[in-house]
């Protein structure tokens, strides 16, 4: 088996750990920052909350769209240019006069230029970790954005309170300019993966030839579309988040208990990443299914309302139940050709994020008319039902039954 001695001895991942480490953090900081930036300017919650969505919300575009640039492109050349790029417009946010339309503009295409450089970074990791490597790698790379968001968030207010939110967002500028230099130096140069003819250039044509055939992989080998469904069970469990609050409170929590389940999830799930990681390859994938199933379970308990503790408990056992996801990701970017992978990423990574957003707004919907703990149980409920079918599909393609 594999071990995290022989994947930190890689130079080449080294770069990746830093880079994504870096970079995510610094995401974090210029979350807290806009967010203070805007309520300052127009002391409108609307306004805060608008901006601070439009930091998910080009995901949803710009991962089918703009992955597909890592397939045709040096992938290194792809990640320093997306760094460099998102620093400078980083950068130009800042300006203390910039009127705030501009300002959320530019973020649109901020978060749009990470699209490729993620899709990049995924497919590197695979070609610079062979065999069992790559899933503890991933497994690293997984566990970091885990803990830079919760290192982000909770150091980002007193970061932006030192230096401002101008300020802090000129730092953030400078984590993709260091991410920049840790790609550039530390990953070795390769040719663009794709197909001779697909290399390069901006063709319309050709841009949409890779996009569909990216598309009908993904769509036509069972295999992988087994795969992006048991991903997308996600949509069920992550509500969880959109619903802690008004869930806490009919528990008699107060705003700490809604901080204290918020983390519950996340933290399960970087424990349960660093278990899954560590077992034998056929034990993983043996353990899809079932992992998908158990991270709905828990909310199902929540019908009854139980206290603080017991919730929390449960909500972190869902957490470490989602890490099938660890495994489920390894095996959809090996089993896509080389030429493919990062254009079929994108479109992975964009069917995950638009679940786990349909399912949160579907669950606030829902909670307008009735109960959170009511909503949580009946989207367990849901989500065993969809973990169970996905996984009997997946069997199926994967020939076990």
Known sequence: ????RQVFGRAEFRALFASMVVSVAGDQFARVALSLLVFDRTRSAGWTA????LTYVPSIFAGPLLSGLADRWPRRRVMVVADLVRAGLVTVMAIPSLPLPVVAALLVVVQAAGAPGNAARAATAAAALPGDEFVLGKGVLDMVVQLAQVVGFATGGTLVAFLGPGQALVADGVTFVVSAVAVGFGIRARPAPGVPEARGGIRLGRWWADLRAGTVLVAQTPRL????????VAGFY???????????ESIGGSAQAVGVLLAASPAGAVLGMLIVARLPS?????????????????LVVCAVRPGLVVTAVLWGLSGMASAYHLPASA???????DHRRAQAYGLAATALTTSQGAGIALAGLAATAASASTVLAVAGGLGVLAAGAAWHRARRAFGTG
């Open 331 to 337: 095996a959809f970017t090996l089993a896509v050709p």
């Open 50 to 53: 608008g901006v601070y969505a």
């Open 238 to 248: 992550v509500t969880v988040e959109g619903l802690a609050a008004p869930y806490a």
């Open 1 to 4: 088996m594999a071990t995290y």
């Open 225 to 232: 579309r087994s795969l992006v469904a048991l991903a997308c």
């Open 282 to 298: 056929p034990v993983r994938m043996r353990l899809l299914g079932p992992l998908a199933v158990a991270a709905s379970v828990p």
